[in-house]
């Protein structure tokens, strides 16, 4: 028997019973229930016989309770043969939707890597064949030249040790094995004879690698913090050394002197330095019209306004700028424009030292927004320069 059919039994017996059941004590009709001795009692009972004191409940509310139960029951039945069943179905059929949106875009990432893999291989290919048929070239040249270079000093040389007064070779004869001799030329080394790295750049790929590192389960911000000796007297810092802020000139006061200090450029550098792994740290700009951010060597020059102390336009750093809304790339005073869909509110970096490559990109939508690949020779520090407002590390 179901639940709801046994507590409506019950509720039915109570209410609609043929006769009224007595008490076998007094004789009285039963009104009350003693959950104390777990019996039908009478008013008799209750006031001063044997259930005087129990835990005893009228037969009405009893009804009433049993009725109750007897619709939770049925509301109970309805859930779960209604509700849950068709919640199961769609459990079921959203999963295997899931499952098959996962596998659609997978393939759709596999196929296109596939394809990208592919033509980047033939590019390298056809790149090392060129390569290889110039240096074939070369050394038939100049593997001729040398035994024509050879002969020509074996002849001049048997001419002056043989020949005697009377049976000299002619002029023309030994000046045409010298003009020929200083025709060869020297040979040099060109950019033709090494392998064009651009062959294997790909934006897709590196997005690809550079959201695998930034999206993955190992990716996660390094902890950086700006290092107070090294913060232009232009700029304050935060108490949490996170924030750079550009002072106007009623502000500024002489901080300490350090050889670590810049005493010109608005610049201050981050620690711990970078020489292995893989880093990703993102700055706030948004407030900043003018600022630049990216990484240097420790032995960047500090004091002056020249070149050698200023991010970007020295052989030691390596920085993102913008100023007067232009975004640009700069490293030894080399600038390469970037074109960006809207501001910048945050500016993120990698720096992945096996592969020797730093990426700057948009944290909001993960694109790459320029890509330098350098065999780096020293540790590297994280590096700012802020003209306007302030620039913050983000945790």
């Not at 007094?26 to 019996?39: D, I, L, S």
């Not at 950019?191 to 790929?205: A, I, P, V």
Request: charged share 25%.
């Amino acid at each position: 028997m179901s639940a709801h059919n046994s507590v409506g039994s019950g509720a039915d017996s109570l209410s609609t019973s043929g006769e009224a059941k007595l008490c076998p004590v007094h004789e009285q009709e039963v009104q009350f229930y003693c959950g104390t001795e777990g019996r039908l009692t009478c008013s008799k009972c209750v006031s001063d016989g044997s259930c005087q004191g129990h835990e005893v409940t009228e037969l009405n509310q009893l009804v009433d309770v049993c009725e109750k139960m007897q619709l939770q029951a049925l509301r109970i039945e309805r859930f779960i043969d209604r509700t849950l069943t068709a919640r199961e179905k769609a459990v079921q059929t959203d999963a295997n939707s899931a499952r098959e949106r996962v596998l659609a875009q997978v393939n759709v990432v596999r196929e296109a890597l596939e394809e990208e893999e592919q033509r980047l291989l033939e590019a390298i290919q056809r790149e090392e064949e060129r390569v290889e048929q110039c240096l074939l070239t070369q050394r038939a040249h100049w593997t001729h030249t040398l035994e024509k270079l050879t002969h020509t000093r074996t002849s001049l040389v048997h001419t002056l040790t043989n020949s005697t007064d009377t049976m000299i070779s002619s002029n023309e004869e030994i000046n045409d094995r010298i003009e020929d001799a200083e025709g060869v030329g020297e040979p040099r080394d060109t950019e033709k004879l090494t392998l064009n790295r651009g062959c294997s750049d790909s934006k897709f790929m590196v997005g690809l690698w550079a959201s695998a590192l930034l999206l993955g389960p190992s990716g996660k911000l390094t902890a950086l913090r700006f290092e107070a000796q090294t913060v232009s007297p232009l700029l304050s810092l935060s108490n949490d050394q996170r924030t750079l802020t550009f002072l106007p000139k009623r502000q500024r006061q002489l901080p300490p002197s350090d050889p670590a200090r810049f005493d010109s450029w608005p610049n201050a550098l981050c620690s711990p330095p970078m020489s292995s792994a893989t880093h990703s740290w993102v700055l706030d700009v948004c407030t900043s019209a003018a600022f630049k951010v990216g990484v240097c060597y420790s032995s960047i020059e500090r004091k002056g306004s020249g070149n050698g102390a200023r991010l970007g336009y020295n052989t030691k750093s390596w920085a993102l700028s913008h100023y007067d809304g232009d975004l640009s790339f700069c490293h030894d005073a080399c600038n390469v424009g970037i074109t960006v869909a809207k501001k910048l509110k945050r500016v993120g970096l990698l720096l992945d030292w096996p592969s020797q490559t730093l990426l700057f990109y948009d944290p909001e939508s993960t694109s790459v927004l320029h890509v330098v690949r350098h065999a780096f020779s020293e540790p590297l520090l994280a590096a700012c320069a802020v003209a306007d407002q302030s620039v913050s590390i983000l945790h």
